[in-house]
């Protein structure tokens, strides 16, 4: 099964010139831990709820700090191309529960640990991925 027909497509994104807030607020009302940005339709990075959480409470910045001060941009993603199984061991492997996929150049589509999971060919898949991505952490000290 190719991983376009898992993934959700049309997903929201921010721009670097958005404000921690403005990106706090759209992952509250979508409902998502997880917004991509992208600089004219070409994904630079992302930025989730945590790192909003450490990176923003935790060092004081405000809700007007630009989001470009504290995105990930080393980010793994996926291709329209690659199938169901591709994406889940490239997930497995990066220990990561969202992966972009990109086409053309553009970022087309977002597919989580939940929409594997719902795909009955990939049950098997995600189930693995989870196994592997949630191996517990040990404290640092």
Same mark, same amino acid.
């Given at each position: 099964?190719?991983?376009?027909?898992?993934?959700? &497509?049309?997903?929201?994104?921010?721009?670097?010139? &958005? &404000?921690?807030?403005?990106? *706090?607020? =759209?992952?509250?009302? @979508?409902?998502?831990?997880?917004?991509?940005?992208?600089?004219? #339709? =070409? @994904?630079? #990075?992302?930025?989730? $709820?945590? $790192?909003?959480?450490?990176?923003?409470? *935790?060092?004081?910045?405000?809700?007007?700090?630009?989001?470009?001060?504290?995105?990930?941009?080393?980010?793994?993603? #996926?291709?329209?191309?690659?199938?169901?199984?591709?994406? *889940? $061991?490239?997930?497995?492997?990066?220990?990561?529960?969202? @992966?972009?996929?990109?086409? $053309? #150049?553009? @970022?087309?589509?977002?597919?989580?640990?939940?929409?594997?999971?719902?795909?009955?060919?990939?049950? =098997?898949?995600?189930?693995?991925?989870?196994?592997?991505?949630?191996?517990? *952490?040990?404290?640092?000290?």
């Amino acid at each position: 099964m190719n991983i376009t027909e898992v993934m959700t &497509s049309n997903v929201e994104s921010c721009n670097l010139k &958005s &404000s921690c807030g403005e990106v *706090a607020n =759209k992952m509250k009302s @979508l409902d998502v831990g997880v917004i991509p940005i992208c600089e004219d #339709g =070409k @994904l630079i #990075g992302l930025i989730t $709820d945590r $790192d909003l959480v450490v990176n923003r409470l *935790a060092n004081n910045f405000n809700a007007n700090t630009q989001i470009s001060e504290m995105i990930t941009t080393d980010v793994i993603i #996926g291709t329209k191309h690659m199938s169901v199984e591709q994406a *889940a $061991d490239i997930m497995s492997q990066h220990q990561i529960r969202r @992966l972009p996929i990109v086409g $053309d #150049g553009k @970022l087309i589509g977002m597919v989580s640990l939940g929409d594997l999971a719902v795909s009955n060919a990939s049950n =098997k898949e995600a189930g693995k991925a989870l196994e592997d991505i949630s191996v517990p *952490a040990e404290p640092t000290k």
